[in-house]
């Protein structure tokens, strides 16, 4: 029996409900079919997304079909990782990265600003 996916597939139309609306920090896989890195890394997310279930959401935009939104933010390269608070980026990182560099990324970038930052 395979096991459902625990990253949440947007495009150009769900992008804002999905990623700026979201009520918790969101980690935005751009990515496309034909890149091996981006497949390489699949696995790695979808256990992000599971063992982080409620207080991140993880997230997989095709690049190719999803133009606007991939223009928007200047994704060049895939895979591209941003991560979302309160509708802004406040992280990014280029390549297939290491489970460990992904959940310091994410615990960075979830923590509450510091006062006077």
Avoid: N, Y
């Avoid at 991140?56 to 079909?65: N, P, T």
């Avoid at 309160?86 to 600003?113: D, F, T």
């Amino acid at each position: 029996m395979e096991i459902p996916k625990a990253v949440l597939e947007v495009d150009d139309a769900s992008f804002g409900r999905e990623v700026e609306q979201s009520a918790v920090p969101v980690l935005v896989d751009f990515t496309a079919e034909w890149c091996a890195p981006c497949r390489a890394l699949e696995p790695t997310l979808e256990a992000l997304a599971r063992d982080l279930a409620g207080r991140v959401k993880v997230v997989r935009l095709d690049v190719g079909a999803s133009q606007v939104t991939s223009e928007r933010f200047g994704v060049r390269a895939m895979p591209t990782l941003l991560l979302f608070r309160g509708g802004k980026v406040v992280r990014q990182a280029v390549g297939a990265l290491p489970r460990a560099h992904l959940e310091r990324m994410i615990a960075e970038g979830s923590a509450p600003a510091a006062v006077g930052a």
